[in-house]
C-alpha cells in the first residue's frame, strides 16, 4: 500500500475524525476519551487494529491510505483507504462487524459509522480541493458494502457535530448517560462511565447487569529484600537479587511493583511502568506506606470538578457521615460474629456492641466534622477493647493485646494491624490514580506527612473485611510463628522478612476473595471493590450518587 502523509502543525482546535464517531455512538464516551483522555483498548479495540493490518498486505498498490488535517474545517484523521477510479476519488472505511438493517432488511450504515466516513470526505475535499461524491463501507462480517453519498445534509451533519465536539471540549460536566442500554454492553469504557449503577440510582433499572470487569488478573509484585533492583529487558522486568539470582517477569502478567525497603527500580522500567498502567509504590523496612508514583495524565477536567465538589463543606459533612457510618456498622458486626456459635463472648464484647449502636445512631445527625471525628473515635476505642476478646482460647498468648497503638507497635497484633493498614493504603492509592482523583484533597481526614487525605478516607472502608478480619482468622488458627515472624527491638515489634511475606500471601489472597455488592447486587473481588468504591465516589459530586460506602460486613 502506497501512503501520503502530510505534517501539519498539531492544533488544539482540530478534532480527530473517529472521535466524532464516538460522538454519534455517545456524547458521553465522546467527553470521556477526548476531553478527560481516558482511554481503554479491549479485545474489539485489537481486533479492528489487526483487521486494518491484513488489508493494508492484501490491497497492494491500488490503495492509498492517507494522513490529513484541515484547521479550517476543524478536523484531522487517517482515512483507512482511498481509492481513484474514472476521475473520483472514493474514501474506505472497514469495520469487523455486521451492519445496520433498515426498511425491507436493506443494509445500511450505523449512524455513528455514516459520519465518520463523511467527516472523511469532507476533510479530503477541504485538503486536496477536489469534490468527494462519496464513501463507501465496509462490513465484513456480513461482506456488505454500503455506498454513503456526500450531499448538502451530509455536509451540514458533519458541520453541526464538530460544532457539538467543540462545545463539550469546554464543558467541564460529562454528558448524561445514554438511554440505551445496548450501547453500553458494547462500550469499551463502561468500566469508567458505570452506566448500569447510575440507572440503579435513577430508578431506571432494578437489577443491573455487571459491565464493571470481575478482576484484573495482573500479578502485584512484592520486593521484599533490601538491594533487590529492578530493570526492564524487552517487555519484561528483570528482578536481580543481592545474591545475583535472577527472575524474569512478562510485563503484560504485572499489574503493580511494591518496593520495599531500599530496592531499586531503574528509570527505563519506571518509564515502562508509566506507559502501561502499571502501578509503582513504596514502603520502608519497617512497614510504613511511604508514596506512589503519580503517572496520571488528562485527568484535570475530573480533578476540577472534585475541588469543586470538596470545597463544599456541607458535601464534605455528608460524605463523612457515609464514611463513619460504613466503618462503624462493619466493627460492630464484626464483633457480633463473636456472639455466634457455642463460644459466647464476654461481657465487654456485649457492652461495646450496645455502646456502638447507641453512637451510631448520632452519626447522621452529627453538624460537622469534628464531631463526627470525635464519635469515630469513640467508637474505634470501643472497638479495639472488644477485639481481644476474638481471639481464641487456643491462640498463642503473645498475641494478646490492649488497645490500637502504632509508631511503632508494641505488639504483634498492632505489628500485623499496622503493617496490612500500610498494604490497604498502597492499594487505595493505586485505584485513586488510575480513576484520576486528587489523593491530597478528601473530605474527612486532614492532611499528613505522609499518608493523603483521599486515601486515608477510603481506607476506611475497607479495614475491617481486608485487614482485620483476615488478621484474627489467622491468628485463631495458629498461622504465625510468635518467634520467626516477628523481630522485638525493647518496646518496638516489628514483622520480619518471613513474616512480612507470610502476611503480604495472607492480604493478597483475602483480595481475591469475592463480596456481594449489597447495593448493585452483584459480586466482585475485594481487589476491583476498592476501585469500584472510588468511581462511586466519585459519582456522588456528579448528579449520579447514591452508592457510596455501603460496603457493610454481614
Known sequence: MNTIVTHPAELQETIRVSALHALAYCPRLFYLEEVEELYTQDDRVFAGRRLHVELEKDEG??????????????LRGKVDALRTRNGQTIPYEHKRGRCHRGENNQPQAWESDRLQILAYACLIEAVLGIT????????????????????????????????????????????????????????????????????????????????????????????????????????QFKITRKDRSVDVIPSREVGQLVLHSYAQLSTQALYFCAEHDIGVHFISGGGRYL?????????????????????????????????????????????????????????????????????????????????????????????????????????????????????????????????????????????????????????????????????LDLMEIFRVPLVDLPIMGSINRNQWDVQADFEIRGS????????????????????????????????????????????LLEKEWMGEGGLFAQLVIR
Open 61 to 74: 498498490d491500488e490503495w492509498v491510505s492517507l494522513t490529513l488535517e484541515n484547521e479550517a474545517l476543524g
Open 132 to 235: 468527494v461524491p462519496e464513501g463507501r463501507i465496509r462490513y465484513h462480517a456480513d461482506n456488505v458494502l454500503v455506498h454513503v453519498p456526500l450531499d448538502e445534509s451530509g455536509r451540514q451533519d458533519v458541520q453541526a457535530a464538530i460544532q457539538q465536539a467543540r462545545q463539550l471540549r469546554l464543558s467541564t460536566e460529562r454528558p448524561p448517560v445514554t438511554t440505551n442500554e445496548r450501547l453500553c454492553v458494547r462500550c469499551s469504557l463502561a468500566p469508567v462511565c458505570l452506566p448500569e449503577e447510575v440507572r440503579l440510582t435513577q430508578g431506571n433499572k432494578p437489577y443491573p447487569s455487571r459491565l464493571f470487569p470481575e478482576d484484573d488478573d495482573r500479578q502485584i509484585i512484592h520486593i521484599l529484600e533490601p538491594g533487590t533492583s529492578v530493570g526492564k529487558s524487552g517487555e
Open 291 to 455: 508514596g506512589s508514583f503519580d503517572t496520571r495524565q488528562g485527568s484535570i477536567q475530573r480533578r476540577i470538578r472534585q475541588y469543586k465538589a470538596l470545597s463544599d463543606p456541607e458535601r464534605c459533612l455528608q460524605l463523612s457521615r457515609q464514611l463513619v457510618n460504613c466503618r462503624g456498622q462493619s466493627q460492630r458486626k464484626f464483633l457480633m460474629r463473636g456472639q455466634r456459635g457455642e463460644n459466647s463472648t464476654s461481657d465487654v464484647v456485649t457492652q461495646a456492641i450496645e455502646q456502638m449502636q447507641r453512637i451510631l445512631k448520632q452519626v447522621p445527625q452529627a453538624e460537622s466534622i469534628p464531631s463526627l471525628l470525635g464519635l469515630e473515635g469513640n467508637i474505634a476505642a470501643l472497638y479495639f477493647e472488644g477485639l481481644p476478646h476474638l481471639l481464641s482460647e487456643n491462640a498463642s498468648p503473645e498475641f494478646r493485646f490492649s488497645g490500637r497503638n502504632r509508631r511503632p507497635p508494641q505488639d504483634r497484633f498492632n505489628a500485623l494491624l499496622s503493617f496490612g493498614y500500610a498494604l490497604l493504603l498502597k492499594d487505595v492509592m493505586n485505584a485513586i490514580l488510575v480513576v484520576g482523583l486528587e489523593p491530597a484533597l478528601g473530605f474527612y481526614h486532614q492532611p499528613r506527612t505522609q499518608a493523603s487525605p483521599l486515601a
Open 492 to 535: 518496638q515489634v516489628w514483622l520480619s522478612e518471613s513474616g512480612r511475606r507470610k502476611f503480604i500471601s495472607l492480604y493478597e489472597r483475602r483480595k481475591e476473595e469475592s463480596w456481594k455488592h449489597p447495593a448493585t447486587g452483584y459480586s466482585l473481588t475485594y481487589r476491583r471493590l476498592i476501585e469500584l468504591e472510588v468511581r
